[in-house]
């Protein structure tokens, strides 16, 4: 594999380096205390466990406490699933423990790493906050360690979308609560709007709990965040905003019908310029004299040229930035936005500032009513607030820098159990989509009659279904993984690694998706990731060729490129044509590698771009923070302004 980001040379050959031996034998001795422990019974398990609660509530910390929590926290996933951990897990959590990110790679079981720091963490009896990057992790990891957690005498709770208010408080007594970070970022403003501008302090948190219709949490106090780079990184570039539903009007709905007609009469650069890079458009001089000149309903008559020319940009916005099985899926007349780091549906969200009823207005679909802000935060001031923090990913390195100075946690990689045998082939660029989709079709018929199972990645709900066309075509049997089909989620995974399985999947089987192989596969070679476009980051492509060669099993990947991948497609349109125009008049069909160099760079742009807008927002937050603070506002609820 020629790609920078998933050369020899990542973290995935640091299995090759010898194991420091001090932490080999600080999980030795772990080991060695938990099974010193075997003759406990469950009370005495539990008594030992608020024996250490004890002490941490006294005044203890962590430190002195966590090999004796950390024992117990092995013996008990012993007795529940039958096996010790390994070495390296136990490297894992005692990083964290130190409050730092344990870079492991995929396949490594990070899942049961999280237990010994959570259960290390909650005996504070502050509450335990597990965070992961979806609803379908979240509830699998707390029904599937609750055993785990409760032979330790703790209780678990879990946090997911479609919850009422009493559920959730009751999700946050428990020890240890599991949930997504919009979840509990949402529950954190929704607790500042019960209590309105007052300040939130320990006793008055206490009451408002005890009283109905109070606040579900209990504070922010110490998060332990799976898939870190994803939910600290790739997802605060968006802050977490709760809307108020404005009331309902006929000429704002006349306003954004009109708005998605008039910009067809509208030209590129003439009239409008549009920011790829940021996904804003504005009008020109001329634009905004066209704008005037336009006819406009009856309606409109009372609505001041400046809302026009706004609504107009939201509109060419929605039409230039926002493609339809991409950012969006359409469901019963609804616009649902796809999560573009995860693949994942978020339904009940909405686009700020008119963008969302623009797109409904391009796809003729009822006008909702936009709504203001009534409460807001990024995701680093979210996860700010938290007095303790730690974390896992198997893709941390290149965000080293971020980790350190947004939220004070350093990065540590640490070896895999078994050497990593993954293969990556040589990536091909190919001129068209058809003439990949061809070359792609070919290497899937070669696999398939090798007796492999093989994984499909795509970038977005539109591609995957695409893809399947293609592969409906040939007459190839597979799944199709991608928002639409999330509730089979389980059984297309369970699916995924049998001999001659094709399974095509957004980003949704990036993160978490641990896909079992039977013997017969393993000897034919193990599980093929073909990744048919690169992400828009480096560390989402990485996680998808991790679902590969996991555990020292075998398994190879190989990426197929095209001249219009979406990748590309955020690059200036002029810039595109003519990049495509040169690759045509070189070949109709495969490209030399050279042409893998452009995609590398377009990513480090993105890379770079979003890393820009996750600095100035949490800049211009910083700055509005503490500008309302100095006139006496609440700064969660007042600082509800761009």
Partial sequence: MESATLSPNTPEKI?????????????????????NLNDLSSDEISRQIRGLRHRVESGESFASVMEEAFALGCL??????????HHVQILGASVMARHSIAEMQTGEGKTLTAVLPAVLFSLAGRGLHVVTVNDYLADRDATELRPIYERLGLTVGCVTTDMEDEARRQAYSRDITYGT????????????LRLGADLIHEETRKIFQEEGGGLVQRG???????????????????????????????????????????????????????????????LTDPG???????????????????????????????YL????DRHYTLHEDEVTIVDESTGRLMPGRKWQNGLHQAIEAKEHLPITSPTSDAARITVQRFFQQYQHKCGMTGTASNAKREFRRTYRLGVQRIPTDRPCIRKGLKTRVYSTQEAKNQAVMKSLQELLRQGRAVLIGTPSVGASERLSAVL??????????????????????????????????????????????????????????IATEMHSSARIDRQLVGRSARQGDPGTFQFFLSMEDELLMNLPADRVHRLQKQASRTSVGELPASWVKLFKRTQRLLERNHYKQRKQMMKHEKKQMETYRRIGLNPYLEATGS
């Fill in 15 to 35: 299995s090759d380096r010898k194991k420091p031996t001090k932490f080999v034998r600080f999980a030795a001795d772990i080991l060695k205390r938990s099974h």
């Fill in 76 to 85: 008990s996933i012993r007795r529940t699933c039958g096996f010790d951990l």
């Fill in 181 to 192: 970070a919009k979840e509990m970022g949402f529950d954190y403003l929704r607790d500042r």
């Fill in 220 to 282: 922010q106090f110490c998060a332990v965040v799976d898939e870190a780079d994803s939910v600290l990184i790739d997802d605060a570039r968006t802050p977490l905003l709760i809307g108020t539903a404005q009331p309902e009007s006929p000429q704002r709905v006349a306003l954004f019908r009109w708005c998605s007609r008039a910009i067809r009469k509208l030209e590129s650069h003439a009239d409008y310029v549009a920011d790829s890079k940021k996904r804003q458009v504005f």
């Fill in 288 to 318: 905004c004299r066209k704008v005037v000149l336009l006819g406009k309903p009856p309606l409109m008559e009372a609505v001041d040229m400046e809302t026009i020319y706004e609504n107009i940009e939201r509109a060419l916005e929605a």
């Fill in 321 to 324: 930035f926002y493609q339809r």
């Fill in 472 to 529: 409906r075509e040939h007459q190839i049997d597979h799944e199709v993984l991608n928002a639409r089909y999330h509730e089979v989620e389980a059984q297309i995974v369970s699916r995924a690694g049998e001999a001659g399985s094709v399974t095509i999947a957004t980003n949704m089987a990036g993160r978490g998706t641990d896909i079992k192989l039977p013997e017969e596969v393993k000897l034919a070679g193990g599980l093929h990731v």
